[in-house]
């Protein structure tokens, strides 16, 4: 069983940057893709970005393309999501989430396993 853990929220000014953070633990020794995602108060859980095991597919979501990098660590087991430019939109609580599939990397349903989430808090 894979745990996962994100790090790294806070609370930021319109155009500053957060980094953060999310760490595998447990069985990690299949290869799988990782992703991130947010849920704002009152929405859908969306996608954001992800990356696969070798990171030779990586997806943004059209809103934080130019400004969200994702990248990863295998040996390490960790990911990180590098927020620029950030807006009071891309306030949310981010999740990390893992998946042995790849094929529908938007949908929530194609990750098996989640971290507890980190705010992100954007002020304006």
């Known amino acids: 069983q894979v745990h996962l853990v994100e790090s790294g929220g806070g609370l930021v000014q319109a155009g500053g940057s957060l980094r953060l953070t999310c760490k595998a633990s447990?069985?990690?020794?299949?290869?799988?893709?990782m992703a991130w995602f947010r849920q704002a108060e009152g929405k859908e859980r969306e996608f954001v970005a992800s990356?696969?095991?070798?990171?030779?597919?990586?997806y943004y979501a059209d809103s934080v393309k130019g400004r969200f990098t994702i990248s990863r660590d295998n040996a390490k087991n960790t990911a990180t999501l590098q927020m620029n430019s950030l807006k009071p939109e891309d306030t949310a609580v981010y999740y990390c989430?893992?998946?042995?599939?790849?094929?529908?990397?938007?949908?929530?349903?194609?990750?098996?396993?989640w971290g507890q989430g980190t705010q992100v808090t954007v002020s304006s």
């Open positions: 990356r696969s095991w070798k990171g030779l597919n990586t």
């Open positions: 989430a893992i998946g042995s599939g790849y094929t529908d990397y938007w949908r929530p349903d194609e990750y098996d396993t």
């Open positions: 447990g069985r990690t020794d299949s290869p799988y893709a």
